[in-house]
């Protein structure tokens, strides 16, 4: 099973910048669709972006389309999330899943364990 782990949050102020990182074994990672899910205090989780394992198509929550930024290395097994001009209400628990398959319409069968994303000033 593929086993993700999710790094890089963090507190930043409103107009920063953070990277997530989500790195990925246990499996052959070039196989899998990535995504990025979201849930803050309080609200359902809901799905920031996704990058597919056939192409490298991308999808993005339209209220982060111009500031979020999701790539692939497959070479080391890392998916990202550079996230640009944050907002207070891109605050949350950020977490990575894989979907095995090439459309990002899931179902997302493996979790990691979350990196906690705080926008304050």
């Known amino acids: 099973q593929l086993v993700l782990v999710e790094s890089g949050g963090g507190v930043v102020q409103p107009g920063g910048s953070l990277r997530l990182s989500c790195g990925g074994f246990?499996?052959?990672?070039?196989?899998?669709?990535i995504g990025w899910f979201r849930q803050a205090p309080g609200k359902e989780r809901e799905g920031v972006s996704c990058?597919?394992?056939?192409?490298?198509?991308?999808h993005y929550k339209t209220s982060v389309k111009g500031r979020f930024t999701i790539s692939r290395d497959n070479a080391r097994n890392t998916v990202y999330l550079q996230m640009n001009n944050l907002k207070p209400e891109d605050t949350a628990v950020y977490y990575c899943?894989?979907?095995?398959?090439?459309?990002?319409?899931?179902?997302?069968?493996?979790w990691g364990q979350g990196t906690q994303v705080t926008v304050s000033s």
């Open positions: 899943a894989a979907e095995g398959g090439n459309t990002c319409q899931g179902p997302f069968g493996s």
């Open positions: 246990g499996e052959i990672f070039d196989y899998f669709s």
């Open positions: 990058i597919s394992s056939s192409d490298s198509s991308t």
